[in-house]
């Protein structure tokens, strides 16, 4: 797999995709989506989807396409090998989220947006994995009672846990950090290994390396008792110093705070507002 792109900038995303089989483009396909990385809050999240038509889902089978959460690194990367060897009738795409970019949407730091969470960031690349295998003229069916199509879920799995493998392991920090180690644990937030790897790392100005995903409340909580604090010019118009009330006091006859109701996202992104006079 090759990551290079990936490497030249690890700061937004990367679509990667193999050729597509010329079976695919003649015959009903199966495929199916996932994605590794969702959790940790070190490194990028990737998305993959693999496809192959149903006449040839036997031969899928056949490559003995396992739960990768069994497998180790290595089994996995001869697994992706086997099935890249088979890409007569096996495609697949992947779309590869790096921290940075994760993290600055659902701060609603990316220019010209709104916090933009990570399951509408999951849900909107899944989606467009999706819509990238149909725009190639890929013929997918929605199926009920598919269990028998599972494997094809795995070897998507599959294709996601080796690409995040190599994004982590080949990883070049922007920040040209020389003291920058890898025993970092499962990259996990509940990890000792992981959270003693964080607080090392925190620098008290600049933060943390664009590895971690500082968006992760366990990195902010880090950066909130080992860095400096710092007030922007827009967090007083960000925060929100009310919790949200309790739902019985909707029935209550005390009195209710009043928040003015901020504009759909497709307004506020593009900086529009209702004109009060022309």
């Not at 792109?5 to 937004?12: A, H, K, M, P, Q």
């Not at 110093?241 to 909707?250: F, L, N, V």
Request: with cysteine; net charge negative.
């Amino acid at each position: 797999m090759d990551l290079s792109e990936l490497e030249r900038d690890n700061t937004g995303r990367c679509r990667l995709s193999s050729p597509v089989p010329a079976v695919c483009l003649k015959e009903p396909c199966v495929l199916g989506v996932d994605e590794a990385g969702r959790g940790p809050v070190l490194g990028p999240m990737v998305y993959a989807i693999c496809y192959c038509p149903l006449s040839r889902l036997t031969d899928l089978e056949g490559l003995k396409v396992a739960d990768p959460k069994t497998l180790t690194e290595n089994e996995r990367e001869r697994l992706f090998a086997k099935m890249e060897e088979d890409g007569d009738f096996v495609g697949w795409a992947l779309d590869i989220l790096s921290p940075n970019l994760i993290s600055t949407s659902m701060l609603g730091r990316m220019l010209g947006r709104v916090k933009y969470n990570l399951n509408s960031q999951s849900h909107d690349t899944a989606a467009g994995l999706i819509q990238y295998a149909l725009d190639q003229g890929i013929e997918v069916s929605v199926k009920a009672k598919a269990d028998s199509l599972f494997p094809v879920v795995s070897a998507a799995n599959t294709f996601a846990k080796v690409a995040r493998d190599q994004a982590v392991k080949n990883w070049q920090s922007v920040e040209s950090l020389q003291d920058l180690d890898s025993d970092y644990g499962s990259g996990y937030p509940n990890d000792p290994k992981t959270k003693a790897w964080l607080r090392k790392h925190v620098d008290p100005v600049f933060g943390f390396p664009q590895f971690v995903r500082f968006s992760w409340s366990t990195a902010q909580a880090i950066l909130e008792k080992e860095a400096e604090s710092v007030t922007w010019e827009d967090s007083a118009a960000e925060e929100d110093p009310e919790q949200p009330g309790k739902i019985t006091s909707y029935f209550s006859h005390g009195p209710q705070t009043c928040r003015p109701q901020l504009p759909h996202r497709y307004f506020q992104e593009r900086g529009l507002e209702a004109a009060s006079s022309l």
